[in-house]
């Protein structure tokens, strides 16, 4: 690509107002400014032979944009399981982040599909989405999105290996039916409210209404409206957003680098059939229009649970996508002691974090409000302690360093591996740490990674 600030923190803004599918995202991502043979690259090594990409200038609506045309050069059976596509992405050579973005589309995919049919993840045969062609705009997209340097701190993993700035403003992490709860996207990659289309459309099964019922499962927890006449949004194209995306804003503060517009294959009466992406570097200011997350905290009081229970029911939020979780002493009527449970969400997740709470306590009615929070950006290191690597938190601002901790799972780890203090390894951690430039006030290392 020919951008020449690629080198700095990125973050990426999709403009789905008008609808969105995989060829129209693609098409939206090379022109501005991924390069077409890592994206060809990246589609050939998990059907190789099979497919090849075509990008060409046209309009729309009087607006001129990129067409990215993926030609068949196999013939197509279509009709493929889950499990063979993810063999295919675990024996393709990709790379990671790469890899693990694909997957997470195509396994959010499968569950609303299986959701919709009724029937177990693995046994899901997808149609239109088990093409070629699908199968090119899925893994070409996130090819796309790691070449343009915006996929970096995608859930789950696979980091990019250098600690990017969030693009998230307002925004909301929807991963509600991914299958792995709290996923959620890259941090460096919103989007607008998504537009669906009404009306019907025929499908593999017959003809059925617009939204079709994989793109409602897949917008669970996302903000989308009908937008229009016909079938706006596909299911490829919805989970793409859905999966890749950190959450929904309108356009975030940034300094804008390059703009690509992709267009759809119809030409629409009343507006411009095309998808946008806008890539620049996220505005630092850490003020009204800093990088702030909605999200939704739920709330029950407690008076009758087991005290001994409730690491565990703190520690089951957590693996149920929470982003925190916590209690509060309080007194209830008639001077009963009792805890306060607060559960801080994205709000895709918080129905089921609702149902988690009614399954783990004893309580029998919740309440949810919303929230602001504004998190500083952060990255982690390592230091070794005696032999033992044990992770270092760095947060940081505007350039500098503003905290420094040890991951204390890991100083707990060494302590008992090393049979020392805990204390004694959190000493030794911190002190590694400043010996390394981790320190307050100190400039951001390179090399941070993107998880812990």
């Known amino acids: 690509m020919n951008d020449p600030d690629r080198g700095e923190d990125r973050c990426a803004w999709l403009d789905v107002s008008a609808g969105v599918s995989g060829d129209m995202l693609l098409g939206a991502l090379v022109d501005a400014g991924a390069a077409l043979e890592v994206v060809q690259s990246a589609v050939d090594s998990v059907i190789p032979g099979t497919v090849r990409l075509v990008a060409h200038e046209t309009a729309r609506a009087g607006m001129r944009a990129l067409k990215v045309d993926v030609e068949l050069l196999a013939a197509d059976q279509h009709h493929r399981r889950w499990s063979e596509i993810r063999d ?17 589309v195509f396994e959010r995919l499968a569950v609303a599909e299986a959701r919709v049919h009724g029937t177990d993840v693995d046994d899901v045969h997808f149609h239109e989405v088990g093409a070629w062609d699908s199968i090119a705009d899925v893994v070409g997209t996130c090819a796309a999105l790691a070449d343009l340097g915006v996929l970096g701190g995608l859930g789950g993993g696979g980091a990019s290996g250098v600690a990017g700035a969030s693009c998230v ?31 019907s459309v025929r499908v593999a099964h017959g003809r059925v209404p617009v939204p079709v019922p994989a793109v409602l499962e897949l917008c669970r927890g996302w903000d989308v409206t009908s937008g229009g006449d016909g079938e ?14 950190g959450g929904q804003t309108a356009m975030p503060a940034m300094t804008v680098h390059t703009v690509g517009i992709g267009a759809g294959t119809k030409e629409q009466p009343d507006r411009a059939n095309v998808v946008r992406v806008v890539v620049g570097q996220p505005d630092r200011d850490r003020g009204a229009d800093g990088p702030a997350e ?41 001077g009963r002691p009792a805890q306060l449970l607060s559960v801080l969400a994205a709000p895709s997740l918080v129905a089921g974090l609702v149902d988690v709470v009614f399954a783990s306590t004893s309580t029998i009615g919740v309440r949810v409000h ?16 005696s032999g033992q690597r044990v992770g270092i938190k760095v947060a940081h ?23 020392l203090p805990v204390r004694e390894v959190l000493d030794a951690a911190e002190a590694a740490a400043a010996a390394a430039g981790l320190t307050r006030g100190g400039g951001i290392p390179d090399g941070l990674r993107d998880t812990p």
């Open 397 to 419: 601002q505007q350039g500098r360093i503003v905290n420094v901790a040890a991951e204390f799972r890991d100083v707990e780890a060494a302590a008992v591996a090393l049979g």
């Open 88 to 104: 295919r992405l675990g024996a393709a050579d990709l790379p990671d982040v790469v890899r693990e973005s694909a997957h997470a």
């Open 232 to 245: 706006l949004a596909t299911p490829t194209g919805v989970a793409l957003v859905t999966a890749l995306a």
């Open 294 to 334: 909605r999200l939704q905290v739920i709330e029950a009081n407690v008076d009758d649970l087991d005290p001994r229970l409730w690491p565990t029911v703190i520690d089951g939020m957590l693996a149920a996508g929470a982003a925190d979780a916590w209690t509060t002493p309080m007194t209830m009527k008639r």
């Open 370 to 385: 919303d929230v602001i929070r504004w998190a500083l950006d952060r990255g982690w290191s390592d230091v070794e302690v």
């Open 169 to 199: 403003t307002g925004a909301s992490n929807a991963s509600g039916v991914a299958g792995a709860p709290g996923a959620g996207g890259s941090r460096r990659v919103t989007a607008s409210r998504i537009s669906l289309g009404s009306g």
